[in-house]
């Protein structure tokens, strides 16, 4: 037995060597061969801490690789590791365990550990708070707000040149000096040398039933920067990206490398694959589940992008309950754990069930068609929470998935309102990722956009009170008249088959109701056997005018996912008041070689007045739209706009002047001085109230006051002078 002394900040980092794996045995598979460490705490408390194989790789920092990557050195031969985070000060004990098949378990080494008190103790686990709704590290008093973005590695090919760690260890750095305090990671991400059972380019390949060690050990470099850096992960273990269109010669379950995956349906229905796919999730929870940097789980990007969902429906739900059940019993810590699919609100059965802690939604439009985003963000987040009634957060958005948000503004409006809008919502647990890390955030240096939010939100305590929505409405100069009717422009988002909502009034002053973010933009034949409807918009034509609807893509094999193969081609039918107007095939040619067009027009006459346009596809295939503009129609437009959230009897609001977008920005239509606002807030308790207005950008008060409730519970707030938005704290005195 030895005795050693550590201080509890440094002992986090470090790991016990539990000698080499024995021979003819595989490390990778715990039916095989495992190894454990049994730690005694000074509350005589034990805890299993799970070992893993791990070959020693050593960056060289003064080598580059031959695919523009960094170079790691080793010789490859295998150790078994436990690491290990004791939280608390005192003596440990700590004794090494092994077994061998079905072998009663052998006890190894065993010895104290006695770790002293710090001043920068080591950060706790983070866990959701007593409300279930927002998160917290175990020890803090106040809640864990996760502020970041997307940052899945080192680059896409924009600002930098090549795929190297330092290159993403810049971009984490500029993260936490704005404030930010997490990011989402992609582990598998190949082409950036990250990778745990893919072979990454240029490398040797990965066999069956084994991980590759140098993207691994990439993995562990980028952990160990985000826990000195005090960033918290959202560790995306597998990608749509990869799996897509059966590309998986490079995946250690591919035929080609001894496994069982002739296709990428094969990963999930075959059982050699999915026991593989167990001890994976047993190999994370081991290697990385220890680290004060991960926040989170997150099992898929966009899962439905592999296309199981069109084979076996009900494969996705129950693979993620098989794999939920392993990596739970495999952690020691109990990270949350969530995952993402591409097409928002669908697959109710897997965003229900309970091994799903939170949920997200994926956004993005198609190039110019969203003008104003905060719509949808609203709009997803409730849709989200009442189809499925746990907390969300919006994990990826960018402003166009064609040619990225930088085509369309580089200002960083729609980042900072992504921020406030998706923050102060209730059941947020946290404010939306955006995507586009190297050529919007960074190569237009908008860093300093989380910086207003994070001081704003720092301190706060929303973890242990309950959430509700903040009502109230905005009173004053919000609404502005038109001289005459103007072009009305829709978006049509909500790609996917599992549709909610088909009819839609379309108000003159251009809102939707049941919500803008539920128009559906896939249109799939009458031989689909996904989801075949039609649209029905409300319109009250002051005028007559023209309604037409834009085109961008489809056909026979729609995006090019085999599994949706039609019969016959796409047919447009519009019907104007159950009368057919309109009917003829659909263009749907593609623009040149990594463009993106609309490509067809779909036009119709509308009278004056009450009307119910209907929109199908009564051909096979599909055909996507993008907007449907109605000429002659906007009669007003909203100008400001309120939304918030109640904690407790607190509360926290966003006021936006509703041209702070970069569609107003790019019709050059300027901000104004905001004037004669006042917000009416009910449901107060009887009392008096601190009220802060705070800097949106800079995150400062520029105003404080104290105000007492009516007879009614209601609060009425002269708003201060703004130009773009102001946020304002209420809080009972």
């Not at 790991?15 to 080499?20: K, L, N, S, T, V």
């Not at 034990?46 to 893993?52: E, K, L, Q, S």
């Not at 957060?393 to 921020?419: A, C, F, K």
């Not at 659909?586 to 990594?594: F, L, N, P, S, T």
Request: aromatic share 10%.
């Amino acid at each position: 037995a030895a005795s050693s002394d550590y201080p509890l900040r440094d002992v986090y980092k470090r790991q016990i060597d539990a000698g080499a794996p024995p021979t003819g045995l595989n490390p990778y598979d715990t039916r095989e061969f495992m190894t454990w460490a049994q730690v005694t705490g000074p509350d005589e408390t034990a805890t299993i801490v799970p070992g893993f194989a791990m070959a020693q790789y050593t960056r060289d920092t003064g080598a580059e690789h031959p695919n523009g990557r960094d170079m790691f050195r080793g010789d490859g031969s295998l150790r078994m590791c436990v690491r290990w985070v004791p939280r608390v000060a005192g003596t440990h004990t700590v004794t090494l365990f092994s077994r061998q098949k079905d072998a009663l378990a052998q006890a190894g080494s065993a010895w104290t550990v006695s770790v002293g008190p710090a001043t920068s103790p080591c950060p706790g686990v983070i866990r959701f708070g007593e409300n279930g709704r927002v998160f917290r590290r175990d020890g803090d008093d106040a809640s864990f707000f996760p502020i970041g973005a997307n940052i899945c590695w080192s680059n896409m090919g924009g600002i930098f040149q090549g795929q190297h760690l330092d290159d993403l260890f810049l971009l984490l750095r500029k993260l936490r000096g704005a404030g930010g305090t997490a990011f989402r990671l992609w582990a598998n991400a190949v082409w950036a040398g990250l990778a745990i059972d893919w072979a990454t380019p240029g490398e040797p390949a990965v066999p069956f039933g084994a991980n590759n060690q140098i993207g691994c050990a990439r993995l562990d470099a980028s952990l160990a920067e985000s826990e000195d850096l005090g960033l918290a992960i959202m560790f995306c273990i597998d990608n749509m990206n990869i799996w897509a269109a059966d590309n998986i010669a490079a995946s250690s379950y591919s035929e080609t490398n001894g496994g069982p995956c002739g296709h990428t349906c094969d990963y999930f229905n075959q059982p050699a694959a999915r026991a593989m796919t167990r001890e994976k999730m047993k190999y994370v929870a081991a290697r990385w589940g220890y680290s004060s940097a991960i926040w989170c789980w997150e099992f898929w990007n966009e899962i439905d992008g592999t296309g199981i969902d069109k084979v076996t429906p009900h494969g996705m739900l129950a693979w993620h309950q098989e794999m939920a059940s392993t990596l739970r019993t495999a952690d020691p810590s109990a990270h949350p754990i969530t995952t993402s699919t591409g097409h928002p609100l669908n697959f109710p059965p897997l965003w229900r069930a309970p091994e799903i802690e939170f949920t997200q939604t994926h956004h993005y439009g198609y190039m110019d068609s969203s003008e104003d985003m905060v719509p949808y963000f609203r709009g997803y987040h409730a849709s989200a929470v009442h189809l499925f009634g746990k907390p969300h957060m919006l994990g990826e958005i960018g402003v166009s998935w064609t040619g990225g948000t930088s085509r369309w503004e580089n200002d960083g409006r729609t980042l900072h309102n992504l921020l406030w809008s998706s923050a102060l919502l209730p059941d947020s647990c946290g404010p939306g990722f955006f995507w586009s890390w190297d050529s919007y955030i960074h190569a237009n240096n908008l860093w300093d956009r989380f910086m207003g939010l994070a001081r704003f939100l720092d301190g706060e305590r929303w973890h242990d009170a309950p959430m509700a929505p903040l009502a109230g409405t905005l009173e004053g100069p919000v609404t502005e008249r038109l001289t005459e009717p103007e072009t009305l422009k829709v978006s049509m988002c909500l790609s996917g088959n599992d549709f909610h909502q088909s009819v839609f009034a379309i108000g003159r002053d251009g809102q939707v109701t049941p919500g803008i973010h539920l128009i559906p933009n896939i249109f799939y034949g009458v031989d689909s056997h996904f989801c075949h409807f039609r649209i029905r918009l409300l319109v009250d034509m002051p005028l007559a005018g023209t309604l037409s609807f834009q085109v961008w893509g489809g056909g026979v094999n729609h995006l090019g996912n085999t599994a949706m193969q039609a019969t016959s081609e796409p047919v447009a039918e519009i019907h104007m008041d159950d009368r057919m107007v309109l009917r003829r095939p659909v263009v749907v040619k593609k623009g040149e070689a990594g463009t993106a067009l609309y490509c067809d027009t779909l036009s119709i006459e509308v009278p004056a007045g009450l009307h119910e346009i209907g929109l199908e596809n009564v051909g096979g295939g599909t055909f996507c739209t993008g907007h449907f503009l109605v000429t002659n129609y906007r009669t007003e437009r909203i100008t400001a706009d309120l939304e918030g959230v109640r904690v407790g009897a607190a509360a926290f609001l966003w006021i936006r002047d509703t041209d702070n977008t970069w569609a107003a920005l790019k019709a050059d239509r300027k901000l104004r001085l905001r004037t004669g606002l006042m917000a009416r807030l009910e449901g107060f308790a009887a009392g008096t109230y601190a009220v802060s207005w705070w800097d949106t950008r800079e995150g400062v008060i520029v105003d404080a006051t104290h105000i007492s409730t009516d007879a009614s519970g209601m609060l009425q707030l002269a708003v201060p002078a703004f130009t773009g938005d102001i946020a304002a704290k209420i809080l009972p005195m």
